[in-house]
Nanobody, 122 residues
Framework: QVQLVESGGGLVQAGGSLRLSCAASGRTFSSYAVGWFRQAPGKEREFVAA??????IYADSVKGRFTISRDNAKNTVYLQMNSLKAEDTATYYCAADEKGYGSRWFYRYDYWGQGTQVTVSS
């Protein structure tokens, strides 16, 4: 069992930066793939980025602006978000895939955090 806790959200002006953290419990977390998803009011959950043993993948909408990374010693995955836009406003969720593959599809993930709100003002 893995528990995930997101932090780092907040209010930022367009063009600014935030770093989200996803802290996990569980000794085997380093073998899990981790993804970030987001959901804006009235919209479907959307893939943002994922990291696995094979590397990182990104949604086209964030490529070049967001960077996903992990610190296995701290059991934490980060999402560095730069050049933020108003359309990045959403609740951001991290999720863990115990099979370790990493995917753009939310149904491939086994564990989810509660989310952290990111609001970008234009």
């Amino acid at each position: 069992q893995v528990q995930l806790v997101e932090s780092g959200g907040g209010l930022v002006q367009a063009g600014g930066s935030l770093r989200l953290s996803c802290a996990a419990s569980g000794r085997t977390f380093s073998s899990y793939a981790v993804g970030w998803f987001r959901q804006a009011p009235g919209k479907e959950r959307e893939f943002v980025a994922a990291i696995s043993w094979s590397g990182a993948i990104y949604a086209d909408s964030v490529k070049g602006r967001f960077t996903i990374s992990r610190d296995n010693a701290k059991n934490t995955v980060y999402l560095q978000m730069n050049s933020l836009k108003a359309e990045d406003t959403a609740t951001y969720y991290c999720a863990a895939d115990e099979k370790g593959y990493g995917s753009r599809w939310f149904y491939r993930y086994d564990y989810w955090g509660q989310g952290t709100q990111v609001t970008v003002s234009s």
